[in-house]
């Protein structure tokens, strides 16, 4: 399993080899991010390509799901 931190401008862990992949040179295009207010969850996309945000309602159990989303998804560009 990959080290974890936690960024200080976010509310969960960030897996320290995503953080190592990124360059200068990068252009971010999305951002998503994952909250839980009094119980309830939301996802946060940010396209920065177009300057929009949108916010979707996600059950807790696509959270609880959601390492096994990624792990299925670094499995198929690896």
Do not use: H, I
Not at 52 to 74: C, E, G, H, N, S
């Amino acid at each position: 399993m990959d080290p974890v931190w936690k960024d200080p401008e976010m509310d969960g862990p960030v897996s320290q080899k995503t953080q190592q992949t990124e360059t200068a040179t990068d252009d971010l295009l999305y951002s998503a991010q994952v909250r839980c207010e009094n119980g309830r969850y939301t996802l946060t996309v940010t396209d920065l390509v177009s300057d929009t945000v949108q916010v979707f309602p996600v059950a807790k159990k696509a959270v609880d799901r959601l390492p096994f989303y990624l792990d299925m998804l670094r499995s198929k560009l690896s």
